[in-house]
C-alpha cells in the first residue's frame, strides 16, 4: 500500500497570503488529522476529518481551515499568514472505523515545511 | 479537557543502557495509549499502543506498562543500539470518534 503523501513538501510565503496544503491518505482510510509542529511545541492538534465532516477540532483560530473529499483526500487552508505559521505541518490517516482493530493508528505523511517571510 | 505530561523532555544514555520516558494523563475515561517514534525529517510513526485492558505489552526490546489508578504509562527501551535516536511522543485517547492528546515529546540520545 502507498504511504500518506503530502504536497507540496516545502512552501515558502509571505505575511498575509494564503496557502493550502494537501494530503492523500492511504487507500481505504476514511480519518484525515492536520497537526502543527514547531520546535519546542510537539504536535498540536489542528482538526481531523471523517467522511467529509470535521469530526474534531483544536484551539487554533479560524485562519486554519480544512475541507475532506469524497475519496478522502484532504486540503487545509491557512489565510492571512503569519510569521508565528511558520512550521511542519503534518497529515495523518487512520481507518476511523468503530469496531477495528487498528482503528485508532494514525499514519503520517512526511508533512509540508511552510515558511513565512 | 484531557492533557498528557511526558517527562523527560531530553534523555541522554550509554548505548546498551536501557532508556525510559513516562507519561501521564488526566482523563480517567482513556483507554488508547500509544507511542510514536520519530525520526530526523520524517513524520512520527507508531510503535508501540496498550489498551486499557492490559498492563504490560512487549515488542522486542520495546515495552509499554500501563497504570490505570495512577494514570500513568511509560515506555521501556533496552539495549538502546544508536538507530533508537530520536524524538518519541506518547498519546492518549478516549476511542476512535476522539482526537489523540500528545505528550510534548522526549527527544532520546544514544551516546556510543
Known amino acids: 500500500k502507498a504511504g500518506v503523501t503530502q504536497t507540496p513538501r516545502y512552501l515558502i510565503k509571505t505575511r498575509g497570503q494564503q496557502v493550502t496544503l494537501s494530503c492523500s491518505p492511504i487507500s481505504g482510510h476514511r480519518s484525515v488529522s492536520w497537526y502543527q509542529q514547531t520546535p519546542g511545541q510537539g504536535l498540536q492538534f489542528l482538526f481531523e476529518y471523517f467522511s467529509e465532516t470535521q469530526r474534531n477540532k483544536g484551539n487554533f483560530p479560524g485562519r486554519f481551515s480544512g475541507r475532506q473529499f469524497s475519496n478522502s483526500r484532504s486540503e487545509m487552508n491557512v489565510s492571512t499568514l503569519e510569521l508565528g505559521d511558520s512550521a511542519l505541518y503534518l497529515c495523518?490517516?487512520?481507518?476511523?472505523?468503530?469496531?477495528?482493530?487498528?482503528?485508532?493508528?494514525?499514519?503520517f505523511g512526511p508533512g509540508t515545511r511552510l515558511t513565512v517571510l | 479537557g484531557e492533557n498528557v505530561e511526558q517527562h523527560p523532555s531530553t534523555l541522554s544514555v550509554q548505548e546498551g543502557d536501557s532508556a525510559v520516558i513516562k507519561c501521564t494523563y488526566s482523563?480517567?475515561?482513556?483507554?488508547?495509549f500509544p507511542w510514536y517514534k520519530q525520526e530526523l525529517g520524517k513524520g512520527p510513526q507508531l510503535i508501540i499502543d496498550i489498551r486499557s485492558n492490559v498492563g504490560e505489552k512487549k515488542d522486542q526490546r520495546i515495552a509499554v506498562t500501563l497504570n490505570k489508578t495512577a494514570k500513568h504509562f511509560s515506555l521501556h527501551i533496552t539495549e538502546t543500539q544508536p538507530e533508537d535516536s530520536a524524538v518519541y511522543f506518547c498519546a492518549a485517547s478516549k476511542g476512535s470518534n476522539y482526537q489523540l492528546i500528545w505528550g510534548a515529546g522526549t527527544k532520546l540520545i544514544i551516546k556510543p
Open positions: 482523563d480517567s475515561a482513556s483507554n488508547y
Open positions: 495523518a490517516s487512520s481507518a476511523g472505523l468503530a469496531g477495528g482493530r487498528s482503528l485508532n493508528e494514525q499514519f
